[in-house]
């Protein structure tokens, strides 16, 4: 067991966007197998059909394409164990589901919905179980006849686990260590409806996770009440000594007060919740993605990985190869981890620093684009060089320094007043001709020029380079001057400082 191939899965059912937290347990998951030169399966759990979501599928594949976590085998990846999509696997759990009733390990049960309404009304907390099972109408209280004369006039059944009381079942789950409880709290729980001919996620869970050769089942706490039927299950199967291991994740919490993390939090605050952008197909509604938002997919994985698992060391930036070799399972936390979208920003933000200035040239090009504006690559990076610390996301560059690509054409008023002197324009005039005067336009020809210039005059340095802004800018604002008129070159430093000193006066 212990020197067994790691092969883990991610089994989402195609019941709309994909949950953030469902993206951290697929990251976990694939750091896990990458770890352990493991396989990482994709799995479709859809056997209920009441909740399949047109289109659902193909956002969760699209979301970690965009994510770079990337599956060995399942769904679209193909492998040995397929086919992958739970609804194309009926005749498997049919062959499963009639293994425990031949064994008597499960029955069948005729107890109409109405049926079971009114026992739930008649007994206060009604389970069925052990203490009631015989009571209700099933292949264990009824006579083999009644059986076969119900199944011949078409009745509907659903085939239930038959859990026996009074065992002791142990979930040894490798973050939240050994948990014992007694099977006589446990419910006859449905493994199988006549109705649909399909199983119900618990059967088909544990089924595709033993032919699939699951080693160790890393998902959502959420399922940690399913974990004690499961352990059951694969002992009626005989299939205990692959049995694969358990890793119950923590929840994640909202940004603040109590209870779990939720899209009403992300709306209030202002931060989105699911992977990209989602159309609900049935309500037209949208929901807001990390990919539409501007946030860099590495960013968002780094995040991710660090809510609900730590390093133990100070180190907070980890690329995708850093996280496969530092993660550690048995390190995650028990307690819930609060999301800190505040953080999530800090990280996009550190992301936006550390690429390339042609990496995030690259992104802002289209913004830039859609403004109308014309740049060519070189100087946009240089652009992006001077800004990009200024920004948390790359969109908002555009805003830093659109004044790069377009004149002013107003100047802010406030501005104005503070900056724009009675002698500014002729002391602006006087820049203009030192500035035409000269060869060599480079940053530090300029920085030197123009500070022999005022020293020579005996300018105040702060007079001239807050005019020499707002006639460059509109505005305030903006990095250094020289990297202003040094990037938008000489030509068009004259036309705006001459287009100032014409409306300022
Ligand atoms: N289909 C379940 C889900 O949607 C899978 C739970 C599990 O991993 O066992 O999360």
């Known amino acids: 067991m212990t020197d067994r191939k790691v092969r883990v899965r991610f089994a989402p059912s195609p019941t709309g966007p994909l949950h953030i937290g469902g993206v951290r347990t697929a990251l976990y998951n694939y750091l896990f197998a990458k770890q352990h030169g493991g396989e990482f399966i994709f799995r479709i759990e859809d056997t209920d059909s009441n909740r399949f979501v047109e289109g659902a599928e193909e956002y969760i594949l699209e979301s970690f394409r965009w994510l770079g976590i990337d599956f060995d085998e399942g769904v679209s990846f193909g492998g040995n164990y397929g086919p992958y999509r739970q609804s194309e696997r009926r005749d498997i759990y049919k062959k499963y589901v009639k293994i425990l009733l031949d064994a008597g390990k499960a029955y069948m049960a005729f107890d109409t919905p109405e049926e079971l309404d009114r026992k739930r009304n008649e007994i206060e907390n009604f389970q069925y179980d052990a203490t009631t099972r015989m009571a209700m109408r099933n292949s264990l209280s009824l006579s083999a006849d009644e059986v076969e004369s119900l199944l011949q006039s078409g009745h509907q059944y659903v ?75 694969y002992r009626a199967f005989g299939w205990q000594d692959t049995m694969p291991q358990f890793a119950h994740l ?72 850093e996280l496969v070799s530092k993660f550690d399972l048995a390190k995650c936390s028990k307690a819930g981890a609060r999301f800190d979208y505040k953080k999530m920003i ?117 007079e001239i380079m807050n005019a020499f802004r707002l006639a460059l800018v509109g505005e305030g604002k903006g990095p250094q001057m020289f990297d202003i008129s040094g990037l938008i070159g000489k030509e068009e430093t004259l036309a705006r400082l001459r287009r100032a000193i014409m409306v300022l006066g």
């Open 159 to 233: 085939v239930r686990f038959k859990v026996e009381p009074g065992e002791k079942v142990v979930v040894n789950d490798i973050i939240r260590g050994v948990v014992t409880i007694d099977s006589s709290i446990l419910d006859d729980k449905v493994l199988y409806k006549s109705a649909d001919e399909l199983p119900t996620y618990h059967l088909a869970n544990i089924v595709d996770d033993h032919l699939m050769e699951v080693s160790h089942v890393i998902r959502g706490e959420e399922w940690l009440p399913s974990a004690p039927l499961h352990v059951l299950l």
């Open 250 to 321: 923590s929840l994640l919490l909202k940004p603040e007060g109590n209870g779990k993390l939720s899209k009403r939090d992300g709306d209030r605050l202002g931060f989105p919740v699911f992977p990209l952008e989602w159309h609900d197909p049935k309500s037209g509604s949208v929901s807001s993605g990390f990919r539409e938002s501007d946030y860099l997919p590495e960013a968002v994985i780094n995040f991710l990985a660090l809510l609900g698992w730590n390093p133990g060391d100070d180190v907070e930036i980890m690329s995708m190869s």
């Open 346 to 462: 800090w990280f996009n933000h550190e992301y936006i620093l550390r690429k390339s200035d042609s990496e995030i040239a690259k992104i802002f090009m289209p913004v830039v684009k859609a403004h109308g504006v014309d740049v060519a690559e070189p100087l946009l990076e240089k652009i992006v060089s001077l800004m990009k610390g200024r920004v948390n996301f790359v969109h908002e560059l555009w805003d830093a320094c659109s004044f790069y690509f377009i004149a002013p054409t107003q100047y802010d008023e406030k501005t104005v007043k503070k900056r724009w002197k009675s002698d500014s324009a002729q002391k602006m005039e006087e820049l203009a001709t030192l500035l035409q005067g000269l060869e060599d336009f480079s940053i530090e020809n300029q920085d030197k020029a123009v500070h022999a210039w005022i020293e020579e005059k005996g300018y105040g340095m702060g």
